[in-house]
């Protein structure tokens, strides 16, 4: 565990934040906007320029927007998921987090050492609550540019105009996802976080790699679940050994249902729709477990012109 890293990020993002500030001192001695504004959560338009838009609210962005806030200037903080704490939201069930005591802007320090992920959700939850500070969930940076000395942010909800762009967007990218209809359903996730919350349910895991397998092997060994695993190629190959045999012997003790050569087409309350190669097959269905991998938003940064140092198996 790299202790103390949710403290260093915090840090980080409040650096990031007072370049925003000196990018509106600027602007405002050339007489260019300059009132400040807490919060910026309703409607935006291409037309408002913001000191700040944050892209992520994990424990970097909120803290960032936080101190945006503090600083009085006009920010807007987007989250592609409904929820807030970025990786700590996705860690298993009752993890300890462990971190370093962190000075949050508008709420001291942060004086945790070793906690479970539940209490610090509920800790920046309740944060959120009374500084009102305004998080635009389930909206996705799309594409970023320069334009003049700011950015045309776009997202999954419009366009916004910023002088600064602070990206805490973390290093997990956007999970893939399947692309059919009824994937919006709230039985679909895209990772497994606690096993047990399926106990007697019909689950169906997508996927071909460790994460799927790994998923899949935690479902079979719940009492009552009953698993599919359904992956488009002909075989998993490029998994731990260990997990393609303990997968092996699950499915020969039939706790498990793989399904290669298949691709799931529609999902409805209750069941799920799949393709395989001997024609359509109805699964009944109470959730689907997207583990497709991730998509690194390498692209959008290097048009945005983030350059990158590959290193391969090093
Ligand atoms: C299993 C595990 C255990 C860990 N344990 C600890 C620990 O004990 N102590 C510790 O200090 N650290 C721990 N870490 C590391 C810690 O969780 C991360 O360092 C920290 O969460 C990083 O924070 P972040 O805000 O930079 O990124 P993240 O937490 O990854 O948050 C990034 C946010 O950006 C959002 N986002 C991404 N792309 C977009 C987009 N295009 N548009 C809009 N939003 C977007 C994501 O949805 C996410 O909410 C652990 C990590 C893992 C995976």
New binding site residues.
Partial sequence: ?????????AVR?VKTVQAAMAAKAANTANGEGGEGRHGAGGADGAGRLHDVVI????????AAGLAAMEHGLDYLL????PT?????????RH?????APVELALVGTMRFTDVRKERLLEFWQDVVARTRLQIRFG????ELARAGDGFVVT??RGTHRARCVLL???????PRKLEVPGEDGPQVVYRLVDPSQYDGQEVLVVGGGDSALEAAIALAERPGTTVTLSYRGDAFARVRARNRDTLAALEAAGRVAVWLASHVTAIEPGRVHLHRTAGAHVLANDAVIVCAGGQL?VG?LQRAGVAFDMHHGQ
């Fill in positions: 565990m790299r202790r103390g890293a949710a403290g260093g990020i993002a892209v992520g609210c994990g424990p970097a962005g909120l987007i989250e592609q998921e807030l704490g970025g990786a700590v939201f996705h860690y298993p993890k300890v987090a462990m971190t909206e996705c940076l799309l997202t999954s805490a967007m973390g290093r997990r990218g956007t938003p959008l």
